[in-house]
């Protein structure tokens, strides 16, 4: 059954063409697994380009970690979505895959889960994230990790 929803209307609608762009890559050690903070070096990054309206892309190159946007005041929710995975793909199933470990094929089913990549608005300068949102590398493999994230940015 379909419902039509009550829809606003498009407020602050805004238009023009691409005047800035700007990319950079951030180079993040990992602690083995869970989440890392990126949200102040990526507000940092968007407030460096000079973008003010746009739109900002977070891209993890790795199929063994991955992006998240998820609640940054209670680390509890962060705990509990870890035991959620650890549900999802456990860490000792009975995989094909184990060329690079055995935490490798849990760790490439976690990122099939969540995202290898995020966009976030720029809206007056400022990534337009919730008052409880925060964006976060999740790091899937059991041991330490160098990862490297691309940040680009479009926008005027």
């Known amino acids: 059954m379909t419902r039509d929803a009550k829809i606003g209307s498009l407020d602050n609608f805004q238009s023009g063409p691409v ?13 083995g697994p869970g989440f890392t903070d990126l949200t102040r070096v990526v507000a940092a990054f968007a407030a460096r380009s000079g973008v003010t309206e746009g ?10 970690a ?5 609640e940054n005041a209670d680390p509890d929710v962060r705990t509990d979505l870890m ?3 650890d549900g999802l793909a456990p860490r000792h199933g ?3 895959h184990g060329i690079e470990g055995p935490d490798d094929m ?19 300068g ?20 160098r990862r490297e994230v691309v940040l680009a940015v479009v926008g005027a």
């Open 19 to 31: 005047a800035r762009q700007a990319s950079a890559r951030l180079t993040v050690a990992t602690p």
């Open 55 to 64: 739109v900002l892309t977070v891209f993890c190159r790795h199929t063994s």
């Open 66 to 70: 991955s992006l998240t946007i998820q």
């Open 83 to 85: 035991t959620a995975l």
């Open 94 to 96: 009975a995989y094909v």
């Open 106 to 124: 849990p760790a490439h089913i976690r990122t099939l889960l969540t995202d290898s990549s995020l966009s976030i608005p720029l809206v007056g």
């Open 126 to 145: 400022r990534l337009a994230l919730g008052t409880w949102q925060g964006i976060y590398l999740m790091e899937h493999r059991d041991r330490p990790h």
